[in-house]
């Protein structure tokens, strides 16, 4: 198993721009979710999905959009990048339980 | 989910026993105690969770106290590569849907 998978690595956009991080797994997870984490702060949760077709924000969703049209993908949007967007952006996923949680490696996003 | 509360950092030599607490005082009967670590510039990792009784699996133990107000994590054999963050979250298994929350964690610096 591939695991968690997350692309691109690294991205920078400039302000204004818009862009899509991809995220799938191959373990037949329901629950996937996108974290944010800042310089010498936790992670933040943006957005989750419980299953296909089912969506829903978490703590800072502001600025992001997501989809889940599949199990296996679960792709976050900016919709218009700001420089408050620089981060660390990390996808995850799990069975139903969402305390057992399996990570991507994660995408570093600079926006200038 | 309840609070949870950790040293900010420790040291621990090369192949000795890493013991790390956590303090969860306020932790209901059906929240679970659960660990990860982050190593530096990777996603976040699960290491072990329990909800009353010790539990071990290849990467560490886990050893919760009789009123479960705390918790220790033991890493048997630390090495190097176990310089990391480590977070214990104390969440509901199997219910709800909201992210992890992560707080400051502890660093574990292994020192050879």
């Known amino acids: 198993n591939a695991g968690v998978t997350q692309t691109p690595k690294f991205q920078v956009l400039k302000t204004g721009q818009s862009m899509t991080l991809q995220c799938a797994q191959d373990?037949?997870?329901?629950?996937m979710s996108w974290y944010r984490q800042d310089p010498g702060m936790g992670l933040r949760l943006i957005h989750y999905?419980?299953?296909?077709?089912?969506?829903d924000q978490g703590e800072v969703p502001n600025g992001y959009n997501v989809s889940r049209s599949t199990t296996e993908d679960f792709p976050l949007r900016l919709l218009s990048a700001a420089p408050s967007q620089t981060s660390v952006y990390f996808c995850?996923?799990?069975?139903?339980?969402?305390?057992?949680?399996?990570f991507g490696p994660g995408t570093r996003l600079t926006v200038t | 989910d309840a609070k949870t509360t950790q040293p900010p950092s420790m040291d621990c030599a090369e192949g000795r026993a890493a013991n790390l607490p956590c303090n969860h005082s306020?932790?209901?009967?059906?929240?679970?105690v659960y660990w990860y670590r982050q190593i530096h510039s990777q996603g976040p990792q699960y290491i072990i969770h329990?909800?009353?009784n010790n539990e071990t699996n290849e990467m560490a133990s886990l050893i919760i106290t009789e009123d479960r107000k705390s918790s220790t994590l033991i890493l048997p054999h630390a090495t190097l590569r176990d310089t990391a963050v480590y977070y214990c979250?104390?969440?509901?298994?199997?219910?709800?849907?909201?992210?992890?929350?992560f707080g400051k964690g502890t660093h574990l610096i292994i020192q050879p």
């Open positions: 995850a996923s799990s069975y139903v339980d969402r305390g057992e949680q399996y």
């Open positions: 999905s419980v299953g296909a077709g089912i969506t």
């Open positions: 329990g909800l009353k």
């Open positions: 979250i104390a969440l509901y298994s199997g219910g709800g849907a909201d992210g992890l929350t």
């Open positions: 306020t932790i209901s009967g059906n929240e679970y």
């Open positions: 373990m037949n997870h329901e629950y």
